[in-house]
């Protein structure tokens, strides 16, 4: 198994300029979650699936949109990238829910000039 | 939503030192997890703790979820151990988990 895969693993946008960050995961988990991480704090997280065609918001779901098409991708876009979205990106999935053992990508490191 | 406080917020360890790092968290919650976040970035599952005890080799962490607090003891650390530990409640509704600030450990040689 490949478990969580990110891509890009780095990427640099000018303000304003749209772009979708990809996470897919073949462990047929229902839960997958995307986080951010700014530097010497904790993860945010900033929205979540439960399963395929169901999403909801998280802590910091402004500047974010999601879907989940299938289960196993969970896209994360951001339509007008601001300099306030400059973070690592994290990606997560779990068998069924947030209580179940959390299973994380790499990371995406972006920045926004 | 649920408050998680760390502590210490740093940490720095002579190899093979003792360490407790403790959790407090403000709600209720049915389940709790500890991350390693290693210096390249990467985040690993340590522990899925509700409640009592559970080890794996020289670590090991309690939950007592009725005085909302997790203790995650390391023992004889090594260099490997350095890095972020993180931990994360969830809620009861089991669909969000909120993170610590973390405890930044560092374990000199």
């Known amino acids: 198994n490949a478990g969580v895969t990110q891509t890009p693993k780095f990427q640099v946008l000018k303000t304003g300029q749209s772009m979708t960050l990809q996470c897919a995961q073949d462990m047929n988990h229902e839960y997958m979650s995307w986080y951010r991480q700014d530097p010497g704090m904790g993860l945010r997280l900033i929205h979540y699936?439960?399963?395929?065609?169901?999403?909801d918001q998280g802590e910091v779901p402004n500047g974010y949109n999601v879907s989940r098409s299938t289960t196993e991708d969970f896209p994360l876009r951001l339509l007008s990238a601001a300099p306030s979205q400059t973070s690592v990106y994290f990606c997560?999935?779990?068998?069924?829910?947030?209580?179940?053992?959390?299973?994380f990508g790499p990371g995406t490191r972006l920045t926004v000039l | 939503g649920i408050q998680v406080e760390q502590s210490p917020p740093d940490l720095i360890l002579q190899e093979g030192a003792n360490s407790t790092l403790r959790c407090n968290f403000s709600?209720?919650?049915?389940?709790l997890q500890w991350f390693h976040q290693n210096p390249w970035g990467q985040l690993i599952n340590l522990f899925y703790i509700p409640s009592g005890t559970k080890q794996n080799g020289r670590l090991s962490a309690t939950t007592v979820a009725t005085e909302r607090y997790s203790l995650l003891y390391i023992s004889s650390s090594q260099t490997t151990d350095s890095g972020v530990y993180f931990c994360a409640p969830n809620n009861n509704a089991g669909n969000m988990l909120t993170f610590g600030g973390g405890t930044r450990l560092m374990v000199k040689p």
């Open positions: 709600d209720s919650v049915n389940n």
């Open positions: 997560a999935s779990s068998l069924s829910g947030a209580h179940n053992e959390q299973f």
């Open positions: 699936s439960v399963g395929a065609g169901i999403t």
